[in-house]
């Protein structure tokens, strides 16, 4: 990797003769490190950019990156958000990270492994998140224990409301400012600024086009009443209110990718930088998609096809294409290359360093399979076929929408690949929530705040989550004394911790007494605020969500809990309710004050 530096460093000679009146600041810092940022949109489909040939949607400043970058044609992610995202970060496949689900603790991602936030960290890296994590909420599963010097955004894995909402910035709760990839974007370019002096690797997943399908009006106004020219081949399933609302959020990230690489240019910072941009999973509904067959959830073409744009102004060739295969188990390995930082992890990983393909060095570059599993099925691509979840064959390179089943003609094929598929499942043991013991962790000695939201508890009696899906919902319908709400947690280390409830309550329903209570610590606060604003995100929605909506939730300090360290049941009831109903619960945030 050093003769690339020494061509970063003859770029950067040639820059400074064209522009001799400015130094860039590239020059002037004593480490000539390449920065990386790392762009990650949640949902976009391979399909919905302009470089993929969809003229529904102009995408110059991504399209730019693969013009003036490398673009892998064959690249693929798993089917949903959690498990690509531990991908990206371990060079692993998901289900040896512990991530099983998107939600309710299957998210997280094994503390134990070693994250490419952590390997650049410890190399000397400025390191910063903005944006969706979904590998765990609270430490040592949350972005500032796993190598992250700076975490705004959320944990979850979707997000109720894009204007204004609640995030966190390194544990603490805090008001978003506008639209929030706008916001996210605020935050990175405010992170360059501060870290252009010094090598940093910038994180930036996005949280769209994710539902709820809300985007501000400048961009919806553009599709509203538009004509859409490609469409799904499943035209009876495509809402083509969401096919625009999805669009729209697109192109809200196209100019937040713009403002990065602007940003970058004033800094003159641009040549010596890695800008990587990719997607979590196929599209969030049908729409067009390059004719592939599935969608996000789908282990087939359209569920994890993604596209994969990495420029490196002056050391990566433009416009070049790769078509051997790839996958998010890459990333580490080949950033790590990119970077010249040696990739010592905890664990073996599974994927490949990519830079001899990107840099036309593939002499030993040997044919390999990339994996794909979701909710029990699993397939598998080679360089030339597929097989599906359902042991059926298809010749990729010639047949990308999977129409034509070729298993009855290639039996030993058919045989070998059902075999690597078998042996690659009892090697990675999936988990599932019934083999999962995992608790949900408090009090983590090195970070003050930990957050239990009410995705990760369990409700009793008669109270109800606001929503199936768990990841933005809250608790309503609590009545009774009988009632009660629990999290299976472990406190790491004993101590004393504020404790605030996160509520609604009307003021016909003032003066319950909460109680929580672990093991033989107990505290209890009455309810006298009254906190009942309306729900949020309905009038900014675009298409009719299937999550929940949300409202502002109000802090109660409950009090000071002293927790000793061990494993328990966290439960929060009620000792008296004066009227019909306790309150709305949210979150349980717990910050040591010891």
């Known amino acids: 990797m050093y003769r690339y530096f020494t061509l970063i460093l003859l770029a950067l000679i040639l820059s400074c003769k064209e522009e001799p009146k400015t130094t860039p600041v590239s020059e002037t810092r004593d480490d000539k490190r390449p920065n990386i940022i790392l762009i990650v949109a949640d949902?976009?489909?391979?399909?919905?950019?302009?470089?993929?040939?969809?003229?529904n949607l102009e995408t110059p400043q991504i399209d730019?990156?693969?013009k003036y970058g490398v673009s892998f044609e064959n690249f693929y992610v798993q089917p949903v958000c959690s498990p690509t995202r531990a991908e990206i970060l371990t060079g692993r496949y998901f289900p040896r990270t512990g991530v099983y689900s998107t939600s309710s603790g299957g998210e997280r991602m094994n503390y134990e492994e070693t994250t490419l936030a952590e390997l650049l960290k410890n190399a000397g890296y400025k390191t910063a998140i903005y944006g969706k994590w979904h590998n765990g909420t609270q430490a040592p599963y949350h972005p500032n224990s796993q190598g992250f010097n700076d975490f705004y955004g959320f944990a979850s894995g979707h997000w109720g409301n894009y204007f204004d909402p609640m995030?966190?910035?390194?544990?603490?709760?805090?008001?978003?400012?506008?639209?929030?990839?706008?916001?996210?974007?605020?935050?990175?370019?405010?992170?360059?600024?501060?870290?252009?002096?010094e090598p940093f690797f910038l994180y930036l997943p996005y949280n769209i086009p994710h539902s709820p399908m809300q985007v501000p009006d400048k961009y919806w106004n553009k599709?509203?009443?538009?004509?859409?020219?490609?469409?799904?081949?499943?035209?009876?399933?495509?809402?083509?209110?969401?096919?625009?609302?999805?669009l729209a959020m697109v192109e809200n990230i196209d100019y937040n990718v713009g403002r990065v690489m602007a940003k970058l240019r004033e800094l003159y910072l641009e040549d010596n930088s890695i800008i990587i941009y990719m997607t979590d999973n196929g599209p969030n509904s049908y729409r067009w998609n390059g004719g592939m067959k599935g969608r996000k959830g789908s282990t087939d073409e359209g569920g994890v096809r993604s596209p994969l744009y990495i420029q490196w102004t002056g050391i990566i060739k433009e416009g070049k294409k790769i078509n051997e295969i790839a996958g998010s188990i890459d990333l580490l390995p080949t950033i790590a290359g990119l970077a010249d930082v040696y990739p010592i992890t905890a664990k073996p990983i599974d994927g490949k360093d990519l830079t001899p393909l990107i840099f036309d060095e593939k002499q030993d570059w040997k044919d390999r399979i990339i994996y794909n599993h979701w909710n029990g099925q699993t397939s598998l691509r080679t360089?030339?076929?597929?097989?599906?979840?359902?042991?059926?064959?298809?010749?990729?390179?010639?047949?990308?929408?999977?129409?034509?089943?070729?298993?009855?003609?290639?039996?030993?094929?058919?045989?070998?690949?059902?075999?690597?598929?078998?042996?690659?499942?009892?090697?990675?043991?999936?988990?599932?929530?019934?083999?999962?013991?995992?608790?949900?962790?408090?009090?983590?000695?090195?970070?003050?705040?930990?957050?239990?939201?009410?995705?990760?508890a369990k409700a009793h009696g008669g109270i109800k989550r606001s929503n199936q899906h768990p990841n933005d919902s809250y608790?309503?319908?609590?009545?009774?004394?009988?009632?009660?709400?629990?999290?299976?947690?472990?406190?790491?280390?004993?101590?004393?911790f504020e404790v605030d409830l996160y509520y609604t309550a009307d003021l016909e329903n003032m003066g319950s007494i909460v109680e929580l209570s672990l093991g033989k610590s107990k505290i209890a606060k009455k309810i006298t605020e009254a906190h009942n604003p309306p729900l949020i995100g309905k009038e900014q929605d675009k298409v009719v969500r299937i999550e929940s909506y949300v409202k502002n939730f109000k802090p109660l300090r409950l009090g000071k809990m002293v927790l000793k360290k061990g494993r328990g049941s966290l439960v929060l009831k009620a000792t008296e309710i004066p009227n019909s109903v306790v309150a709305d619960v949210r979150l349980l945030v717990f910050n040591r004050v010891d």
Do not use: C
């Not at 995030?167 to 870290?195: C, M, V, W």
């Open 43 to 55: 949902d976009q489909g391979w399909g919905d950019l302009g470089s993929s040939g969809n003229t």
């Open 64 to 66: 730019a990156l693969a």
């Open 167 to 197: 995030l966190e910035h390194n544990g603490k709760i805090t008001r978003g400012k506008g639209y929030l990839p706008d916001d996210l974007t605020d935050h990175a370019l405010e992170f360059i600024e501060q870290s252009k002096t």
């Open 223 to 246: 599709f509203k009443d538009k004509n859409l020219q490609l469409l799904s081949e499943d035209g009876e399933n495509e809402t083509i209110d969401f096919t625009k609302a999805a």
């Open 383 to 456: 360089q030339n076929f597929r097989l599906d979840s359902e042991n059926k064959l298809y010749r990729i390179s010639r047949d990308r929408g999977q129409k034509i089943d070729i298993s009855s003609q290639n039996p030993r094929l058919v045989d070998s690949l059902k075999r690597m598929k078998d042996d690659w499942l009892t090697a990675v043991k999936p988990l599932d929530s019934r083999n999962d013991n995992r608790p949900f962790t408090i009090g983590h000695p090195k970070f003050s705040f930990t957050h239990l939201p009410a995705r990760d």
């Open 475 to 496: 608790f309503t319908n609590w009545k009774s004394l009988k009632d009660s709400i629990t999290w299976d947690v472990e406190v790491l280390a004993e101590g004393t």
